[in-house]
Structures are given as C-alpha cells and as structure tokens.
C-alpha cells in the first residue's frame, strides 16, 4: 500500500528550555509570563514550535538566543563570553500536555554563568530569573502578590528533570564550570556547587577535589579581590571533562 500521510493526525513539535544560573547564591531559572492563550497570564518555560527549515538543535538555539541573547556553543568547549551550555534534556509527548492539539515538546537545558535580567520576547508578556525552588513549590508560583499558579503545560516536570540533570551531573563531569565566567577561583566554583545542591561544602575538602584532578581545572596565572580577602587564584575549565573520582552529593 502507497504511503497516505492523511491517514495520520497532524502533530506539532516544540522545543522548551530550562536555562539555569546562579543569582544572588541560588539557582535560578528563566520564567517567561504567557501573553496568550492557552494558560494566558501564567508562568512558563521559555519555548516555542519548531520551524518547518529547522532540526531541534537549531531551534532549541533560536529560543535561546531569543530569550536571552546567548549563543550556544558545543558541549566539550569551554564557555566563551555571551556563550552557554546547551544540551537535549527529554521528550514529552502526553497526549493531553497541550490543549490546543497533539504537540511533542523535546525539552533542552541550557546553563550560564550570571545573567541579567531578561527581556520577554515572542509571545511572552513578561520574564524572570526565579529560584527554582519558588518555581517547583508544592502550589506553584506567584510574584508581587498575585494568585499562586502551577506552570503551565508540563513545565513544572520538565523543570524538575532538567534541575535534577544539572544537579547529577556535576558529580562526574565539568559541568559545574558553565555557570562561571570564563576565569573564575576555586571559591566562585563552590559556591556554583552549593547553590545547585543547596548543601555548604567544607572549602579545604572542595579545594582539594577539584584541583586534584588532572586538566579539570588549568591556572590562567592571574590573581582577583573580587570576593574580598585576600587575593585569590584565578583559573579557567580545561579540557578535562570528567571528575575522577566523582564528587558525590551530600544527602540532605
């Protein structure tokens, strides 16, 4: 029998993104406002549908260039400036997840170091840095007063999967490192371990750990006071992409 695509329902494909950084010692995550239907008023991933000339990877880095101005770059390279980590997180495809019809959302991750406030773009009406634990409270999320709300869509789950993603995989791998600037003290990376676990670590034990794994971290030679104290040695992600051995969570 020849192919009939008309035998088949249409679908839509998206992309959403779960951009994270460190604001103030806390992990954050970007909330977009809905301006339109359907949950119009509500908060969001940032996202959007994929276009017909586009594979996910290009979209994913369309909505994230939109949103935020960055610029994604590959995996194994360090971040460079206005760059961030990108990578695919899941797919979510329930049939029910969107109301309007059959859509299938592959969710992508994206960290940064610090960013600055956002500038809503698309059909967003509003955007934010949010803790994530604001955003994946048991009654959702409300700001400056307003009714607390769930995400809408599937957004609350696909922001836990990507938090626990980032979370799990700073263990192993040089992750943690795309939430710095390109140089940064051992210090300014602990506190990026903290802030994703929500645990404090012993300095001297986090120090040792990460400098003594070969080509994790490479000294640039320089010196900052940006902390406060005294100056403290700067260094840059090498090419070592995987702790060895891993530094485990703490349970909390």
């Known amino acids: ?39 119009q008023g509500r908060w969001a991933l940032p996202g959007g549908f994929v276009r017909a000339d586009e594979d996910l990877a290009q979209a994913a880095a369309r909505e994230l260039a939109e949103e935020t101005g960055l610029r994604a770059h590959e995996p194994a390279a ?15 495809g329930d049939p029910k997840r969107d109301p309007r019809m059959r859509v299938v959302s592959v969710a992508h991750l994206a960290l940064a170091p610090d960013l ?84 404090a670590l012993d300095p001297r034990n986090f120090h040792r750990k990460v400098t003594g794994t070969p080509g994790f971290l490479v000294p640039t030679g320089g010196t900052t006071t940006r902390q406060g104290g005294r100056p403290a040695q700067l260094f840059r992600a090498g090419g070592a992409t995987l702790l060895n051995p891993p530094m485990l969570r703490p349970e909390v």
């Open 116 to 199: 600055p406030a956002p500038r809503a773009g698309g059909d967003a009406s509003n955007a934010r840095w949010a803790p994530v634990d604001e955003l994946l409270q048991q009654g959702g999320y409300g700001r400056d007063g307003e009714p607390v709300a769930p995400l809408a869509f599937d957004h609350a789950q696909i922001l836990a999967d990507g938090v626990e993603r980032a979370r799990s995989k700073i263990e192993y791998s040089s992750l943690a490192t795309a939430f710095c600037p390109t140089e940064f003290t051992v210090g300014e990376l602990r506190r990026v371990y903290e802030a994703v676990w929500g645990v």
């Open 78 to 92: 360090p971040v460079q400036d206005n760059g961030a980590h990108l990578e695919q997180l899941a797919t979510y």
């Open 1 to 39: 029998m020849p192919y009939d695509p008309s035998a088949f329902p249409p679908f839509a494909v998206t992309v959403d993104l779960v951009v994270l950084t460190v604001r103030r010692h806390a992990l954050c995550a970007l909330a977009v406002r809905r301006g339109e239907p359907p949950f």
